[in-house]
Nanobody, 117 residues
Framework: QVQLVESGGGLVQPGGDLRLSCALS????????FSWYRQAPGKQRELVAA???????NYGDSVEGRFTISRANAKKLVYLQMNTLKPEDTAVYYC???????????WGQGTQVTVSG
């Protein structure tokens, strides 16, 4: 049974930093593709960042240069480091995992990030 669990969300002031974590209990973690998505109230879910098994990354235009996705295979964790947060970054952030052959996916339960103050 694959289980994705996000953590690290919370309330932060504009300009602040936050790091999200996504834990995956899977024996073949190293071969998974991971993404972070977010969904703000009244808006569609959007891609924030993605990382391949080899470590290649890509980012949404609105977070490029501020957010960093990374993975720690030995710990079976994926991170999203969010710097210089803005009020428009407020959303529920979801971790997405795709196992090979990348035709299916799993979602976490989401973690709330609120940038205000």
């Amino acid at each position: 049974q694959v289980q994705l669990v996000e953590s690290g969300g919370g309330l932060v002031q504009p300009g602040g930093d936050l790091r999200l974590s996504c834990a995956l209990s899977a024996h073949d973690f190293n071969f998974y593709r991971f993404s972070w998505y977010r969904q703000a109230p009244g808006k569609q879910r959007e891609l924030v960042a993605a990382i391949t098994p080899g470590g290649a990354t890509n980012y949404g235009d609105s977070v490029e240069g501020r957010f960093t996705i990374s993975r720690a295979n030995a710990k079976k964790l994926v991170y999203l480091q969010m710097n210089t947060l803005k009020p428009e970054d407020t959303a529920v952030y979801y971790c997405n995992a795709k196992p090979p052959p990348y035709t299916s996916m799993y979602w976490g339960q989401g973690t709330q990030v609120t940038v205000s103050g």
